[in-house]
């Protein structure tokens, strides 16, 4: 991997970030991303740098009911130090039996609980991000996590949004709730849900939540895209950790990236379209290992990483294609092949931006969700409904 050193920039005096009894050197968390990190993913981001990885979102209902497929989203490689899973719920009782089964089990070191997903079909039944507007519900899920998960000393955190929309904010209230409740950190991303991905992260709010929760790790989240910008967002709201999402897809590099730019070194990879070829193919070969051998799965799901992968390198309108719904791993090495393996890193082209974006809507929610802050019984009901079927966000 080429790796070059940029201007010099003044050392980050950042501690390693405390969950509980967990010590992350570098206080880097790579986001859960339903679809995205998977093992496969996972390894190939720790491989470059330090800092705590964590899984694809799991319904608790799905992982009390032992799907397959939430049993393989909550596997972990056995050199991965800790297992972090992240858990979606929206019924206390489920929540909590999916903490004690974790724990009881001994198949997680650190549990996070989603209130940030703005899918639509999510929020349409009062989950996710529009849960956290609903306080008692709130309060009782995040109150019964944390005390299954201190059964077992496993340190529980929350990950949110900024609330519903820029009229109903919840982050404020629901982080002194988290932190009251016992949460080993609380990480938000500084959108609202009516706001998806667009537009830009507020990290002021990121800094009111930080002057806010003084006695807990606070964790930034939000369009980071190199190194510089974790740096900038570490400076600009006195966080003690970064969670970078988007930022790494096609990139897993960026952790070795941003491991050096916390270490104060200058170091920053630059890979030349060789580099990026192998790294492809090893993704590959690692999703297939991931998919329990089936290739078909495997490739069908790397096929979404070419675009992030090749962004900004010159491969050619029908290679990209080709790339795009590539079959088997043989066909995959063979359009590497055909790649002009000598092109160097293309520069700011292949940065930035990447993965999800979109413009805001109206979020969907539950008949006069924003009437109260409190349930009523049509919503009690709905909501049991809302933990089914669900991926991603
Ligand atoms: C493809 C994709 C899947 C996601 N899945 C999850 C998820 O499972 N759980 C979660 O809390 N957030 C999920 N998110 C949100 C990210 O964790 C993160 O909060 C968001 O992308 C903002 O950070 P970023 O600007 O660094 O990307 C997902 C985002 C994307 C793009």
């Known amino acids: 991997m080429t790796v070059v050193a940029t201007p010099p920039a003044p050392k980050l005096e950042l501690p390693p970030l405390q969950l509980g009894g967990i010590t992350v050197d570098t206080p880097v968390i790579l986001a859960p991303m339903a679809g995205i990190t998977n093992s496969a993913f996972r390894r190939l981001c720790r491989e470059y740098g330090g800092g705590l990885y964590v899984a694809e979102m799991v319904t608790s209902r799905a992982l009390v009911e032992r799907t397959p497929e939430s049993l393989r989203i909550i596997s972990h490689d056995e050199d991965e130090k800790v297992r972090s899973v992240q858990l979606y719920g929206v019924d206390p009782v489920t929540v909590g039996a999916a903490v004690r089964m974790l724990v009881e089990e001994d198949r997680a070191d650190h549990i996070d609980l989603n209130f940030g997903c703005p899918v639509p079909k999510v929020t349409r039944r009062g989950g996710g991000s529009a849960l956290p507007w609903k306080i008692d519900l709130f309060t009782s899920i995040v109150q019964t996590a944390v005390k299954e998960a201190s059964k077992g000393g496993i340190p529980l955190t929350i990950k949110m949004r900024k609330g519903i929309d820029d009229d109903h904010l919840t982050y404020l209230d629901a982080g002194r709730i988290a932190r009251d409740a016992g949460v080993a950190a609380v990480a938000l991303h500084g959108r609202t849900a009516a706001q998806f991905y667009s537009g830009q992260a507020d ?11 003084p006695d807990i790790p606070v964790l930034g989240n939000g369009d980071i895209w190199s190194a510089e910008d974790a740096v900038r967002m570490v400076r ?17 590099w960026l952790f070795g990236d941003l491991q050096a730019a916390f270490e104060g070194s200058e170091q920053r990879h630059r890979p030349g379209l060789r580099e990026v070829a192998e790294g492809v193919y090893r993704h590959a070969e690692l999703m297939v290992e991931t998919f329990g051998n089936d290739e078909y799965k495997a490739l069908r799901e790397i096929r979404k990483h070419m675009a992030w992968y090749f962004k900004g390198y010159v491969v050619g309108g029908e290679l990209r294609a080709k790339l795009a719904t590539v079959p088997t791993l043989e066909v995959l090495r ?20 990447r993965g999800r974006a979109g413009s805001p809507k109206k979020p969907a929610l539950p008949k006069d969700w924003l009437v109260s802050r409190q349930l ?14 669900v991926s991603g966000g």
Do not use: H
């Not at 800094?207 to 806010?212: F, G, K, V």
């Not at 393996?341 to 931006?353: K, R, T």
């Open 236 to 252: 600009e709201t006195g966080v003690d950790g970064v969670v970078v999402g988007r930022g790494c897809q096609g990139r897993p």
């Open 203 to 213: 990290w002021s709010a990121i800094a009111r939540l930080r002057e806010a929760l």
């Open 334 to 353: 063979g359009l590497l092949e055909e790649l002009d393996m000598d092109l160097p890193y293309p520069g700011i082209d292949s940065e930035g931006p």
């Open 376 to 389: 009523n019984a049509e919503q009690s009901a709905e909501i049991s409904a809302a933990e089914l079927d």
